[in-house]
């Protein structure tokens, strides 16, 4: 199956669907498949392999000069990195983290806090 996400007019996605391989034999396949079913016709393909670096969901937005699917900033402190369209934090993941060990980011202190057990 192949993955569509309609977008917006900000490119913001609004809802993803699959489209068999049969009918989406290329993107623009399943886009006019998709613009004739539905009426709707502003569709792009999101794919779970890394192209357009990430999975589209709802809410994500589609930056067409990225050509990459990015999800919604979490936190005001944090930056996207160009070369995986995800956000990071200012600072690193604790290297101590476990099942019993785990963090929970706090934009506050813009730091990573322990998750009381």
Known sequence: MASFTKLNSDNIVLQ??????????????????????LSYSNWKQ???????????SINYTYDESRNAFIAPKAFASWTLNESTCRWIAPVD???DASQEKQYEW????????????
């Open 16 to 37: 993803v669907v699959e489209v068999h391989d049969d009918v989406a034999t290329n993107e623009q396949a399943g886009i006019d498949f998709l613009t004739n079913l």
């Open 46 to 56: 999101t794919y779970k392999d890394g192209t357009r670096k990430n999975f589209a």
């Open 93 to 95: 993941y604790p290297s």
């Open 106 to 117: 706090n934009e506050d202190l813009t730091n990573w806090v322990l998750i009381p057990r």
